[in-house]
């Protein structure tokens, strides 16, 4: 590709494709310069004319890189609306009312990913490992996945844990997510359970040890940008699936083609994409993001701003209760008469109740609440509500599961920022 022939919709693919010949042509750098690389005039000058400004701190910016005023549109190939949070890596999350669907189409799937996305994906010769401590380790293609095991479709909720992060006061470091790193779409799979007791599970296994395809962002092959794991009391429930089609199709490269795992209803780092490997271990796993204080919250009470020994964390295992409200979008215009829905999940728990105020609190209307379409699944809900006169209103939406854990209005402070279920308010101006 010519630089003439470059533009604001061909960047990000010409950099996802090759990125090393990217960095040579557009910038004239060598990608093991990284930040030291000098840019070729032409190439600064184009990049230049393409975000509208000179760059003054151009000989900062890390080989492979693309400038955020180009990457919020270019980036999310095969995505709709989603909000940039991050290029580097790509992280993007869905304003609530584009989650309006029943099941989330896969361009309005979120995506959070922790380093950078494989470049030679082949489906066809794709291959997953099955090692550790198992009688029959194995090594599977695709193709003998869907030969050897029961295909499954499932309806499956994964949500980030440090969604609702940007909420935090005093702010906690990491992406600031606000509601949107939540989907439910429908995956196709077979059960991780069926696959590992194929292999023969060992009596001494505790956990899981998964693996994927991605690079580490300092592009040093040696290191694992994440590989987190499952105690195997969980792996082996039956909606944690290995997934390689998503709402019938492919999946999208940013949510991990051609193979991941789906996790319901623990956090959404635990389903492994691009996975290539599963590992069965007699200890809780300790790869990247398992140690530490990643996915990670006290094991008590902390005050906002406290600094929390990492003896005192403890590993964040199913998801708290939580809902949204997709319709009405924040901020929009009603009559005094209006539909208000969304959807609610709660870990491994089912919901029970959902209710909405608009009266700040006051006084709560029961919205009719589905049951889920599967285990997994999140459950829509809806309700109509009529305002006594014109004039702003807010409405807040609560949730409440089977073991009666009910959202609140706030929540403990952490030092990283997980686990925000806060309920969630949406601003209407009543004419």
Known sequence: MAKDDINPKSVWEFFARDPERADREFFG??????????????????????????????????????????????????????????????????????????????????????GIPPEEVDAGTWTLTVDGLVENPMTLTIDDLKSQFDVVSMALTLECGGNGRGFFNPPAKGNQWTYGAVACSEWTGVRLKDVLQKAGVKPE???????????????????????????????????????????????????????RLVVPGWPASTAQKWLNRIQLRDQVHDGPKMTGTSYRVPNRPVEPGEKVEKEDFVIIERMPVKSLITFPANGASSGLETEIRGHAWSGDREVSKLEISTDFGTSWQKAELDKPVNAGAWQNWRTTVTFPQAGYYEVWARATDSEGAMQPFAIDWNPKGYLNNTMHRVGLRVS
């Open 29 to 114: 750098r060598k990608t093991n310069q990284n930040r030291r690389g000098f840019l070729k005039n032409t190439g600064l000058a184009t990049m230049a004319a393409m975000v509208g400004s000179a760059i003054p701190f151009h000989r900062n910016m890390p080989a492979g890189f693309v400038p955020a005023a180009l990457a919020s549109e270019d980036v999310l190939v095969g995505k709709d609306g989603l909000t940039l949070l991050n290029d580097r890596p790509v992280n993007a999350e869905t304003p609530p009312e584009l989650l309006d669907d029943p099941i989330t189409p896969t361009n309005r799937h979120f995506i959070r990913n922790n």
């Open 205 to 259: 296994v505790v956990y899981t040890a998964h693996y994927g395809a991605d690079g580490h962002l300092s592009g040093d092959p040696e290191k694992m940008p994440i590989s987190r794991g499952l105690p195997i009391e969980k792996a082996l429930t039956d909606n944690v699936l290995i997934a390689f089609e998503m709402n019938g199709g492919p999946l999208h490269p940013m949510n991990g083609a051609p193979l």
